[in-house]
């Protein structure tokens, strides 16, 4: 065990990590130099995307300088805010984590953030300046920033060019003498923390683990700490990245188990494995389960699909413990499921992988954030659906949650994003320069503003220079209204939002005129309200159809005429109705992207 | 009742709204489409009609002699000895006594006139050949050669449309003696000129639909009667040619393009004039046969086209087995319960607010209404 090492990277999106991931594999000899690069990003989102998004891990046999044999596990993490949850558990499972900032472009937001995590997790950090071999490399400002604003000891930081391989050998040295080795004992009872899982078709949930004390071997019994199942191991093994079956997983070690277990349900990330004759071993403490902050509902296209959406979610949830659903049912779109994520981008994701992996249409609505709704007679409820915000007469006041917002942004930017800031409510609470062409920006930041499109304009106003991190602050007291919708005076509950209530009239004044033009016209007039209670704010009318009529059938071409009139007919079985009115799937994406 | 249409696919030039099969510049080809016409004709040898129509493109630029060859073939192959209305589109522009001449020693009984306006900026708007002067000259002529059954096209929603411009071309038109009006609202047909580079000056479709209601109430005014959606006659003089595809009769159309509806079948040909012209019964492209309630259903949406006449019952049990139309009839029942339909002097017809708007009353006939269900409810979800 002496000689085990593992360890992870972690990094700002697009400094290197993948690229360095796959020069440590190739040096190690687990990879041969392949023409189809970043072997951790498996899913073909997270390429096309360049941000890896599920963790992994690699198993690789290490002969150092002095001619001893290491085993070192390479734990992949994912480098967005959204996924701090994965990068949490992943940082767990490792004693070292290697920090790599790009040397052209400095320690950016995520580089703090992860930083933070992994000096929570208690981990050795050893700092790496990447691609070197840049023109524009910034060698000796990188030291500067990783001392002023971390604290670590930038004077020490190894230069590596990933791309090259330069300096590659020398961390793997590093990796070996500085990372501390895995501490526990093989002779104790079983304790092992289950850090991912996959699903496989045949063989059902496959747990990763790390062991952290007593081993696991074929034909064990073993016994999830939370639930009190007992499964028996049919097989365990490692990650070449390629599933490799072993006989022993020992304190230590990271690897899989295999036992059968068919309940997608039966395993959470996070849970820890023990021995069912030892069921006194207490769990892995300090595993942080952070809730989800924004929510939004899904629902398919089709209604007969809600058997296939179910389905899919279950087996989704097993990749991605971070994701929480729950059923629920609206007057406008049928049933489906409210879904919670960590961020943005997480919905994003997930929305794509959802599609893709298990071929579903889906219609999405507009985000929420989770508003803490105190009433009258004295409850405090957590509202995570506009829908379900109960009357205004019985709600004594209301809290948003706010997120620690850190913003790095060249200095010639500082204006434009502080204008910004200030129309999305953020309070700045420290500015501070990292270096001399740098400022960074810590906001106190209404989570609900960040989901209605900040990241993006941020990366407009700065021309993409700006970076960003956040973490989760608390809740805060503010003046909100919910805002409904109303078409042909039957109100849509998909649509509902909560605004501030002095931002609510511009806001429904943009989403009404936007409807309008979204739902065609009928035989009738449809007024369009938005209205706070029984207060319209917003109105706009979809004046009646006229003409809607075949002119000649000429010369007697009576098919297709008929044709025409069978494919306007298919076309309305796409809406959803509400009351009388036919209503586009498109309408209930419309808040999405209202901010844009 | 049996039709016989003939698709004449010529044209000086080629109006910027027309989505039809016609071809400019290509009048050299006139002869050999006659005996095409004839060599197709003769694969039908024998049977009867009881009208005859041609259509176009543009029928008058047969020319007189060539008139004659077509409908002396025809009269050759067919059984015209019941032909009760023989109608000829005429271009205002094609127009010559000679013509007309011809077409009445050739027992043509009915001139249509595209007339489309009455308005020399609108004509040349959409490119039509002829100014509104010639028009009425056309017309004109040909209630003084005898043709006792005139009828005119117009459309509406032309580029610069006015009710002062639509109003002044109505009353001329009357005044002139026409006894039927096709009354067209203009559409803009994928990849027609109009559509890809769409004027700016084009009435919207409200305009559209108030110049209709103006022109309808118009012509009823002057003792017309609006018998079909875009059709107006005086009393006996609708087009029986047209009613025939309205009321799901036969009838055989020859030409490229031209489409057929004879024992139950719905055919149409390949729109390709050289192609016609090399193998005139070769150029079927199209082959429909529709079981029999959505037979029923077809009819029944055809029928409610005639706004007078609609569906009597009676008729169509005449013509389908009880069991065909039970469904359809109590989704025509369902209708009138919701005022979608009106059931006046025991005939199913489209209520008169409903004109302009027919289409979701006809995919509800036709049974494909919003879930497609019989009975076309709307889905509540």
Redesign the interface.
Known sequence: MDNIRNFCIIAHIDHGKSTLADRILELTGVLHTTTNAQVLDSMDLERERGITIKAKSVRMPYKSKDGQDYILDLIDTPGHADFNYEVSRSLKACEGAVLLVDASQGVEAQTIANAYLAVDAGLEIIPVINKIDLPNAMIDECRQQLEDTLGLPGKQALLVSAKDGTGVPELLEAIVTLVPPPKGRVDEPLQCLIFDSFYDVYRGVIPHVRVFQGSLRHGDRIMIKSTSEVYEVDEVGYFTPKLTPCEVLSAGEVGYVGATIKNVGAIHVGDTLISPEHPETPEIPGFRRSQPMVFCGIYPIN?NDYGRLTAALEKFQLNDSSIVYEKESS????HGYRLGFMGMLHMEITMERLKREYGQELVATMPSVVYKVFTTVGEDLYIDNPSRFPDPTRIDHIEEPLIRLRVIVPNEFVGPIMELSDSKRAKLVAMEHPDRRRALLTYEFPLAEMITGYYDKLKSVSRGYASMDYDFLGYRGGDFVKVDILVKENQVDALSFISVRDSAMPRARVLIHRLRKLIPRH?FEIPLQAAIGSKVIAREDI?P???????????????RK?KL??K???G??K???VG?V?VPQEAFLLLLKMEE | MRGLYIHIPFCVRKCSYCDFYSLPGRQDRIKPYVSAVITEARAYAGLSFHTLYLGGGTPSLLGAEQLKNLIGGLRETFDLGGLVEATVEVNPESATPGFLDAAMDAGINRVSLGVQSLSDCELESVGRVHTAARAIDAMTLSRNLGFTSLSADLIIGLPGQTWNTLSAALETLVRLGINHLSVYCLALEEGTPLAQRPLGNLPSDDTQAELFELARAFLIGQGFIHYEISNFARKDHECLHNLNYWRGGEYLGLGPAAASHLQGRRSRNRPTLDAYVENPTGQVEYVETLGGEEKAAEEAMLRLRLLVEGIDPGVLSGRFSPATIETLVSRLDDMVMRGMLEFDNSRYVLPASRILTSNEIFREVLGTGTCGVPGGRHCEV
Do not use: H
């Not at chain 1, 007057?331 to 049928?334: C, F, K, M, P, R």
């Not at chain 1, 809607?548 to 098919?559: N, P, Q, R, S």
């Open positions: 209604t007057a406008a779109l049928g035989l004046a159809l006229r003409k809607d009529v075949l002119a000649k059938c000429y010369g007697g071409d009576i098919t008929r009139l069978e306007q007919a298919e309305k079985k809406m959803k109705m009388s036919e």
